[in-house]
Nanobody, 122 residues
């Protein structure tokens, strides 16, 4: 069974940092891309980053570029999203997802985690 489990969300003040983790199981980690998406209340989902596991290629949306980074731990089949310099506009539910395609398009992702809330106070 394919599973993605996010952890690490919470409440942080403006300028603070959070680290989100996405633990994957049930598929071959090297063959996928892992993407991070977020959805703020009342807004459309936004793809913010993705990583091609096989070669560490990454992509970041302009809204997070320079503040967010991705890393992976192959031994734990885990991908981490490090979020720095957070601001209230980053408040959202964050989801990780897995795809066979290196893509940031929502429709290309077949497996999704349950989401984790990130709240940035001003």
């Amino acid at each position: 069974e394919v599973q993605l489990v996010e952890s690490g969300g919470g409440l942080v003040q403006t300028g603070g940092s959070l680290r989100l983790s996405c633990a994957a199981s049930g598929f071959t980690f090297d063959d996928v891309a892992i993407g991070w998406f977020r959805q703020a209340h009342g807004k459309a989902s936004e793809g913010i980053s993705c990583m091609k596991i096989s070669d560490n290629s990454t992509w970041f949306a302009d809204s997070v570029k320079g503040r967010f980074t991705m890393s992976r731990d192959d031994a734990k089949n885990t991908v981490t999203l490090q979020m720095n310099s957070l601001n209230p506009e980053d408040t959202a539910v964050y989801y990780c997802a897995a795809s066979n395609i290196y893509s940031i398009r929502y429709r290309d992702y077949d497996y999704w985690g349950q989401g984790t809330q990130v709240t940035v106070s001003s």
